[in-house]
């Protein structure tokens, strides 16, 4: 499905973004105002996870219809199969029309993904689509993208596959800090580390897309 409900979380990332966003929206809006050096006065407005929407995540056309956007030059089922796309942690739009994708993690054991779960007439299109982004970003790395960190990749992809249509999209990975039950990193040192191996194995420390990609680390005592 390309919608899926989450009853309020109780652990990890998924609790703490479901928090973020519907009781301390204006920590990470401030946040992310600044890596992208938005003006102060354009408002953010949070669509998902909210709990008036039973806390739903979405994916594929789903997302696509959350954020009211169209496709005018390249089609969604010309670039990712069908069922097969990221679920964004959390979604928004910016009253200048600007889109903020979201992936969040609280410990160290997500930043690996594993491999795509896809079927083989799917991953046909999902390799020529992830390389194709690697070609538009003239990244060199031979890793196959949908192999290794494979949730940093498809989201990737994703932003690209938004601009190529002409949609100003952005792409925030939110790193929670001092999460103990999960037993998360304690610092943002912590968290940069395993971020700098991420980005070195792929190849993409520095791309055309960067200037719309930003990671935030946010402490979760400022949300209890």
């Not at 029309?97 to 046909?124: C, F, G, M, Q, Y």
Request: include cysteine; glycine fraction near 4%; proline fraction near 4%.
């Amino acid at each position: 499905m390309a919608r899926k409900v989450f009853p309020s979380a109780e652990k990890g990332s998924q609790k703490w973004i479901q928090l973020l966003v519907n009781s301390f929206p204006q920590i990470i809006d401030d946040k992310l105002k600044k890596a992208f050096k938005f003006d102060n006065g354009e408002n953010i407005r949070w669509l998902s996870p909210l709990s008036t929407d039973e806390f739903a995540e979405y994916s594929d056309w789903d997302f696509l219809n959350v954020l009211n956007l169209k496709l005018g030059k390249r089609s969604l089922e010309t670039f990712w199969p069908t069922r097969g796309g990221p679920q964004w942690d959390a979604l928004a739009k910016t009253s200048r029309d600007r889109v903020i994708l979201v992936e969040a993690k609280s410990h160290i054991n997500e930043v690996d993904s594993p491999r795509t779960a896809a079927s083989d007439s799917s991953l046909k299109l999902i390799h020529a689509s992830l390389n194709e982004t690697k070609q538009a970003l003239n990244i060199e790395s031979k890793t196959d993208w949908s192999t290794c960190f494979y949730q940093y990749t498809n989201r990737l992809a994703f932003l690209y596959f938004l601009r190529k249509n002409d949609i100003l999209a952005y792409l925030i990975n939110i790193y929670f800090i001092n999460d103990v039950i999960q037993d998360g990193p304690k610092s943002e040192e912590e968290w940069l580390g395993a971020i700098k191996l991420l980005k070195k194995h792929l190849g993409v420390k520095r791309h055309k897309l960067s200037p719309y990609m930003a990671d935030i680390f946010i402490n979760v005592k400022e949300l209890t």
